[in-house]
C-alpha cells in the first residue's frame, strides 16, 4: 500500500483530512477561581503538564488566564507572594464587542483551530453554549497530531 504525502503548504482541510479537535485526544482542562492561591496554581499546574491555566470567575465563566512559566519567574523573583491571588497575575481575556469571539468546540475543524492558533497562543476548547472549558489546545497539539498521524 502506498503512503500519500501531503505538502506542508497544501490546503489546511487536505493537511488535516478532516479531522476535529476531538481528534487531538486533549487531556481534559482544569480551570481554577480568579481567588486561588499562585503557590496552588503552579502546584497543580506542574502535577498535569500544563502551560495554561484558565481562570474563573465566581459563575464559573473564564475571563483570563495564567502562563504558568511567567507566574514561576515572579514567584523565584520575589515579585510574587505564594498566597497571591492568580488574579492578581492573570491575562484577562477581551471580552469587547468589537472582537469576535471564535468558538472553538471538540467538534471544530483542526483547520479552524490551526487558523486560531495563528493569532494567540492557545484556544479554550468549550462546549457549544460555552459553559464549560473542556480543554486547553496549543499549536504543540496539533504538531503532535500530526506527526503521530504521519500526514
Same mark, same amino acid.
Given at each position: 500500500?502506498?503512503?500519500? #504525502? +501531503?505538502?506542508?503548504?497544501?490546503? @489546511? ?7 476535529? +479537535? ?5 487531556? @481534559?482542562? =482544569? ?18 503538564? =500544563?502551560?495554561?491555566? @484558565? ?12 502562563? +504558568? ?27 469587547? $464587542? #468589537? ?19 495563528? $493569532?494567540?497562543? =492557545?484556544?479554550? +476548547? ?12 496549543? #499549536? ?12
Amino acid at each position: 500500500m502506498a503512503t500519500v #504525502s +501531503v505538502p506542508a503548504n497544501s490546503l @489546511p482541510s487536505e493537511k488535516y483530512r478532516g479531522a476535529v +479537535v476531538e481528534d487531538l485526544q486533549l487531556p @481534559p482542562a =482544569f480551570a481554577l477561581p480568579s481567588s486561588e492561591a499562585i503557590s496552588r496554581a503552579i502546584e497543580l499546574a506542574y502535577e498535569r503538564d =500544563f502551560s495554561y491555566i @484558565p481562570i474563573l470567575d465566581q459563575k464559573r465563566r473564564p475571563i483570563g488566564y495564567v502562563d +504558568v512559566a511567567v507566574l514561576k519567574a515572579k514567584w523565584e523573583a520575589s515579585e510574587a507572594n505564594p498566597s497571591d491571588r492568580v488574579s492578581l497575575y492573570m491575562t484577562k481575556f477581551d471580552r469587547s $464587542h #468589537s472582537k469576535a469571539y471564535t468558538l472553538i468546540t471538540p467538534s471544530s475543524p483542526l483547520a479552524d483551530l490551526e487558523e486560531f492558533l495563528r $493569532h494567540t497562543i =492557545f484556544a479554550l +476548547v468549550t462546549d457549544r453554549d460555552r459553559k464549560f472549558v473542556l480543554a486547553v489546545a496549543t #499549536s504543540q497539539d496539533l504538531e503532535n497530531f500530526v506527526s503521530r498521524r504521519g500526514f
